[in-house]
């Protein structure tokens, strides 16, 4: 959509082909419906892919400010939460979807919804489109539909297909921004709780990733956001654990002294009820048991047993067995090959006159809105590129 305003605001003829029968279906469901559509801390950082910089010129020339004041003008009022992240100021991911479909119509861009794009062939003057239904003539080709995660929500993976058939390479594909499955049954008997907490990576003795954030226990593992930010690495590497500290603004020894001070005071409750008021409670009597301890245990009776506890919440560790896969997941690592095309227009270096945008590239960010503004940013240059070169996209 954003790469389709670019380029009929330059002049050009546009028509999107959409494969699901409504456009911005996966956009409308996104940030469990509020749409986290950019973060104010966009930088090269954060972003990931075989060219870590591949993607500098592409957000100099489009922004997130640039991209902010793109959709205020377009009618839509934005917030920024503590962290950066920015919200319609509706919560609602539907009105960012609207705004860009109120924009296209005005454009009078044609939009073809249920009209998947089977094949492109590179002919005489430009390109030819085929569909099902069947055929259209383009001098200018966008690939911007996406890659394979929310299969649900139409996550499908043509692109790759698309331009792999035009000759272009695609690298290794995985889940990023994903849930993650654990060994064991622990995270069972906590599901639905969430708590905040330091979450580091380890593999072997290595840390290879940490966040800190809200944790989600699962049926099946974790989940929440500080768990989507390490999953890129987690699902490359297995044989991992997550560690989680729930008390990262205290030390062992501190903490120790806490729940000391809580014996000492409180003697008559137990183990059970040793950390009401600092975790949820189910979480507090899991850490209890999960050490093999009795919660039962008076506690005036526990004193040799409050360090234990005290490593046991610094450190509540979960083997990696595996994630939720590409239906589950919020965004693919991996993607077509970043080098065969130009950085500064996103036209591609194998087949001119093909541009390619957004999560079909090897391009993946962290968690916190930096995936759309990849969208906003990829789209906004393919679109204005492609049709500065003349003709109809």
């Known amino acids: 959509m954003m790469a389709a305003i670019a380029a009929a605001e330059q002049g050009a003829r546009v028509t999107v082909f959409e494969r699901q029968a409504r456009l ?73 979807v609207d705004v860009l479909r ?39 080709v966008i690939v911007s539909c996406g890659g394979k995660a929310g299969g649900k929500l139409g996550g499908v993976g043509d692109g790759y297909r698309i331009l792999e058939e035009l000759g272009h390479r695609c690298t290794a594909l995985r889940p990023a921004l994903v849930q993650l499955r654990t060994e064991g049954t622990l995270t069972r008997g906590l599901k639905g709780v969430r708590t905040q907490a330091q979450v580091y990576l380890r593999h072997g003795k290595r840390i290879t990733g940490m966040e800190r954030g809200e944790v989600q226990f699962t049926e099946y593992g974790l989940s929440g956001p500080a768990i989507f930010a390490i999953s890129r690495e987690a699902v490359q590497k297995p044989k991992c654990v997550v560690s989680l500290d729930l008390f990262p603004e205290m030390d062992t020894d501190e903490l120790h002294a806490l729940l000391k001070w809580r014996a000492r005071t409180r003697p008559g409750l137990t183990l059970d009820d040793l950390f009401t008021g600092t975790v949820q409670n189910r979480l507090g009597r899991v850490l209890v048991s999960s050490a093999g301890l009795s919660g039962g245990i008076l506690l005036s009776e ?51 006159g093909v541009y390619a945008c957004g999560e079909v590239l090897d391009v993946d960010g962290d968690c916190g809105g930096f995936n759309l503004q990849w969208a906003w940013s990829s789209g906004w240059v393919a679109g204005s590129c492609a049709a500065r070169s003349g003709g109809k996209c």
Do not use: W
């Open 24 to 96: 911005g279906r996966k956009l409308a469901a996104t940030g469990n419906g509020r749409c986290n559509l950019s973060n104010t801390h966009t930088d090269l950082s954060r972003y990931h892919g075989e060219e870590s910089g591949f993607c500098r010129s592409v957000l100099e020339q489009e922004n997130t400010v640039r991209s902010l004041k793109r959709f205020r003008d377009m009618g839509l009022l934005t917030v920024e939460n503590e962290d950066g992240r920015i919200y319609p100021m509706s919560d609602n991911a539907g009105s960012v």
């Open 102 to 140: 109120f924009t296209l119509e005005a454009l009078h861009v044609r939009v073809n919804c249920g009209c998947p794009v089977k094949k492109v062939n590179k002919v005489s003057g430009g390109f030819l489109l085929g569909m099902e239904n069947g055929r259209e003539t383009a001098d200018r």
């Open 302 to 352: 526990s004193e040799h047993l409050l360090r234990t506890l005290a490593e046991r919440a610094k450190d509540f560790s979960f083997r990696v067995t595996g994630d939720l896969g590409f239906d589950q997941a919020q965004v693919t690592s991996g993607g077509i090959c970043t080098r065969e095309f130009d950085p500064e227009t996103l036209e591609s270096r194998i087949c001119p």
